[in-house]
């Protein structure tokens, strides 16, 4: 006896069904892709519009940004303490942004947000101090990030690894 049409019909059904939901895996696999790209896109965005925001902070008081960028330190009877405590507290809070948006970025954009990061926290005794004295406000990620950074140039003293290891 020959096979029969209708055995026929559903094995070539089934074949057909396979295409069908391969190509339909791939369509997903493809608009997945997409959807995250437009998420590093839309991350990196915003990213880069809040560090706008945070250098037109920096320059209503223009004398704030050698305290954050060029390594100035912070005096205690400074008539301008206040505000440069205020700017790098928000200058630290972004950082701290930058690294809980780690994985909404692509590899190469993250390596460069790190070593702004790592950039900021080297030039910046103010920042520094800030986080040394405000450990527990920052996650975990922000604090071994100081660690590295002071490893290596401070030969491992106690500033960062008490940030790091006190949790």
């Known amino acids: 006896m020959g096979p029969n049409w ?91 942004h930058l690294v809980l948006q780690k994985d909404n970025l692509p590899e190469k954009q993250w390596m460069t947000w790190r070593r702004f990061i790592v950039s900021t926290y080297a030039g910046s005794p103010v920042i520094r101090d800030f986080i040394t004295s405000h450990r527990e406000w920052y996650s975990e990620d922000l604090l071994l990030i100081a660690n590295e950074f002071d490893r290596r140039t401070l030969g491992g003293t106690a500033r960062s690894s008490e940030r790091a290891g006190d949790r």
């Open 6 to 96: 209708a055995d026929i019909i559903m094995a070539l059904s089934a074949v057909g069904s396979l295409v069908v939901t391969g190509i339909g895996l791939c369509a997903v696999y493809v608009q997945l892709k997409k959807v995250r790209e437009s998420v590093w896109g839309d991350t990196h965005g915003r990213l880069c519009e809040q560090s706008i925001e945070l250098l037109r902070f920096l320059a209503e008081k223009r004398e704030t940004y050698d305290y954050i960028y060029a390594g100035k330190e912070l005096e205690p009877k400074n008539p301008d303490r206040v505000h440069v405590l205020f700017v790098t507290e928000a200058i630290v809070n972004f950082l701290e």
